[in-house]
């Protein structure tokens, strides 16, 4: 199963608990996917025990969704609520802030969710900070019956491609939206904006993990403390 396991937990944590000052009582957060929004959702779940603040949530996976259940956030949907930020990891960001995601196989929900806030927060440690995109392979959503042809188009656009496997190997990794993920390896990605949506005319794709043209912060988390940009 593809994942970035890159950078350390405290790095992760001093980016999520960051993150987490920017919430403002009777904000609707957009709750991103991974380790690193984890935290933030750990941090923001201590703020409403703790100061009282007024808090909604709208997860980008299902996994999102049970730890803010754990933490008691209580849960809306794009269906009721706009959002205020979004707050989510990221397992390349480079300096124009154009990202590769997808390592948790979450891209196409957390695409909608942090498209959708007024503001949008990365947060990452500094492992995940490249000059150009590219060394992560590309997470590419697919109708299950699109993926031959769709890895066709892929290779033709110059990856190298694969099918997640699930960790155990005994079969594909299935999205929450019962999909399955191409890991699509370009070299250097010179134009991550027309890859993005060059890859999204692929029949059966359903979306890429290439983020262009959305990011407000990038809030850096080192061992030390954090950086923001
Ligand atoms: C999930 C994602 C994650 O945000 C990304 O993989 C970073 O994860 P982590 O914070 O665990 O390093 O895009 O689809």
Redesign the pocket.
């Known amino acids: 199963m593809m994942k970035?396991t890159s950078?350390n937990s405290s790095s992760?944590k001093n980016a999520g608990y960051k993150a987490a000052e920017y919430v403002e009582d009777g904000m609707v957060l957009g709750l991103?996917?991974?380790?690193?929004?984890h935290f933030f959702i750990e941090k923001v779940g201590m703020r409403i025990k703790e100061e009282g603040i007024s808090i909604k949530g709208i997860p980008t996976s299902f996994q999102s969704l049970l730890i803010a259940k754990q933490w008691n956030i209580p849960i809306t949907t794009l269906e009721e609520n706009d959002i205020d930020l979004s707050v989510?990891?990221?397992?390349e960001v480079d300096r124009e802030f154009n990202l590769i995601?997808?390592?948790?196989?979450?891209?196409t929900k957390?695409k909608i969710v942090d498209y959708a806030a007024k503001q949008f927060i990365v947060i990452v440690d500094e492992s995940k900070f490249v000059d150009k995109l590219g060394d992560f392979p590309v997470p590419v959503e697919v109708l299950p019956d699109a993926s031959r042809m769709a890895i066709k188009e892929l290779e033709d656009m110059g990856a190298e491609c694969e099918i997640r496997m699930a960790q155990r190997k005994d079969g594909p990794v299935i999205t929450d939206n019962g999909n399955f993920v191409i890991d699509a390896k370009f070299d250097k990605i010179e134009s991550p904006r027309h890859l993005e949506i060059d890859i999204n005319t692929i029949p059966g794709v359903v979306e890429n993990g290439i983020f262009t043209q959305m990011v407000d912060k990038v809030i850096i988390g080192t061992d030390e403390g954090t950086k923001e940009l």
């Open positions: 970035n950078g992760k991103g996917t991974g380790s690193t929004t989510d990891g990221a397992d995601k997808g390592g948790g196989a979450a891209h957390e």
